[in-house]
């Protein structure tokens, strides 16, 4: 099997632009975005968590809507569209553990998170951008506002990453 999304990639030379269906990306290594993560921990400690986990919400949730309104996708496809894409830009590999759309549950897990490798051991889970981009995404499908945990994480020394995104009256 191929890469879907980076076939499809596209690559504006004069720009110094890549995008995806018309939506900008960038590539970039992983270990940067974990030495900021650190940087803001030490200076906000906890605070830093939300930070990191909006912006990956903010992700999550446009993309979700530009699935829907501009592509046409189902919810059903939306999910399926974003664990794959997932694995596909580099994030891990995703697999749904539990979708349920009349409880408003959400249970995926990721194995070889670029995040929590590139951090290294912590007493705390470390993938705030992909809990973020999971929730995003969640909150889009769900229309409500949404707890979302990482309940296990490669770098506490778990065998992978684990999110539950529910609703708050759940």
């Not at 596909?88 to 409880?103: C, L, M, S």
């Not at 670029?114 to 981009?133: D, I, L």
């Amino acid at each position: 099997m191929g890469n879907a999304i980076l076939e499809a990639l596209q690559f504006d030379e004069e720009r110094g632009v890549i995008s995806f269906k018309d939506v900008r990306y960038l590539l970039m290594r992983p270990e940067p975005l974990v030495e900021f993560q650190k940087a803001l921990e030490e200076r906000l400690g906890e605070g830093a968590q939300e930070l990191l986990y909006r912006g990956g919400f903010t992700g999550g949730h446009l993309s979700t809507k530009r699935y829907r309104e501009t592509f046409g996708y189902g919810d059903d496809d939306i999910v399926q569209f974003m664990m794959t894409m997932g694995g596909q830009i580099g994030w891990g590999k995703f697999q749904v553990e539990e979708y349920n759309p009349e409880a408003k549950r959400l249970i995926v897990r990721v194995t070889c998170s670029p995040f929590a490798e590139a951090y290294g051991k912590s007493a705390q889970p470390v993938c705030h951008m992909t809990r973020g981009v999971l929730a995003g995404m969640g909150q889009a499908l769900f229309g409500e506002a949404l707890s979302a945990a990482e309940t296990h994480c490669l770098a506490k020394g778990d065998d992978l990453c684990r999110f539950l995104i529910q609703a708050k009256s759940a």
